[in-house]
């Protein structure tokens, strides 16, 4: 069955992929990406999904980085900030 | 020396030295952005499909910011994969080149900006983490997940010579407001309210 997959790991891919009919989202996760599945957001049909779900034809899953933040704030200043 | 040979040191002559180039319209954007509000502002650059390197616009996702950091809303970041992918865009045209602004005068990483490109970017075959800060000043760098890996820190320029779209205030000004949410500051600053300028001086000492 087809379904369509969304990951900016590696090279990137945005295409539709052929996977075996009972194949869950944690098995999915472990193919393509591998790594902690905790530093990125599963999506299926963009929502939030449990690994063990099983995906049907059709499905869009997306997996995105989590926790992409910046900060202005040297070293330093947490150093005193802790002082 | 062969024909072959010739045209293609002729090409490596002709070639522009490596660099993360903005469009006008892409930098007006993003100086835009920067100073629409107190705080930092991030988002992902949109690359041409000629050139990686040359980013025509600048996207925001969903995000909560402070005088000194960003955080992009996971969901956000989401969405916006899915819409560009919808479309017709690649990952490596929309998810590769992060860029955030600083409010100071340094666009220098800090050691939080430098936990979130190896954690978040490192994964990836290449990716670029830019910097703006309200100063004017810029920073660059292009890291290699492939291979034996890499870093290259490149100038930030802005691409005068490519066409480019006018000025789009309005739209910019709904994008922020739609995208950035303003998270209130503590009623006592601290140190990490200090300009940036501040900071290098006491980490020198």
Redesign the interface.
């Given at each position: 069955m087809r379904i369509l997959m969304?990951?900016?790991?590696?090279?990137?891919?945005?295409d539709y992929l052929d996977v075996a009919p009972g194949t869950s989202v944690a098995q999915l996760f472990e193919r393509q990406v591998g790594?902690r599945a905790a530093?990125y957001?599963i999506?299926v049909n963009?929502q939030p999904t449990p690994a063990d779900q099983v995906l049907q034809e059709g499905d869009?899953i997306?997996i995105?980085?989590?926790?992409?933040?910046?900060?202005?704030?040297?070293?330093?200043?947490?150093v005193?900030?802790g002082a | 020396m062969s024909v072959v040979s010739a045209v293609s040191m002729q090409k490596r002559k002709n070639r522009r030295p490596t660099a993360l180039r903005l469009t006008p319209y892409a930098w007006a954007k993003l100086l835009y952005l920067r100073d629409a509000g107190p705080g930092?502002v991030?988002g992902f650059g949109i690359a041409s499909p000629d050139d990686l390197l040359l980013i025509e616009d600048v996207a925001l996702v969903r995000q909560t910011v402070d005088r000194?950091?960003?955080?992009?809303d996971?969901?956000g970041?989401?969405?916006y994969?899915?819409r560009q992918?919808e479309v017709g865009?690649?990952?490596?045209r929309f998810?590769?080149v992060?860029i955030?602004t600083?409010?100071?005068r340094?666009a220098l990483p800090?050691?939080?900006?430098e936990e979130?490109f190896r954690?978040?970017?490192g994964?990836?075959?290449w990716a670029v983490m830019a910097?703006v800060a309200r100063s004017g000043a810029s920073y660059a760098r292009l890291a290699f997940g492939?291979g034996p890996g890499g870093e290259l820190e490149l100038p930030v320029e802005v691409a005068f010579e490519t066409a480019f779209a006018g000025s789009d205030r309005l739209s910019w000004q709904a994008e922020f407001e739609r995208s950035v949410t303003l998270r209130a500051e503590p009623a006592e600053e601290?140190?990490?309210l200090?300009d940036?300028s501040l900071?290098?001086l006491?980490?020198e000492s």
């Open positions: 969304i990951n900016n790991d590696g090279g990137g891919f945005a790594g530093d957001l999506r963009r869009r997306s995105t980085p989590t926790k992409i933040e910046g900060a202005n704030v040297f070293p330093a200043m947490r005193r900030e | 930092e991030g000194t950091s960003v955080v992009f996971d969901e970041v989401a969405d994969f899915e992918v865009l690649p990952p490596a998810g590769r992060w955030h600083h409010p100071g340094s800090s050691a939080v900006d979130t954690r978040v970017f994964r990836c075959d910097i492939v601290s140190f990490s200090l940036d900071g290098a006491i980490w």
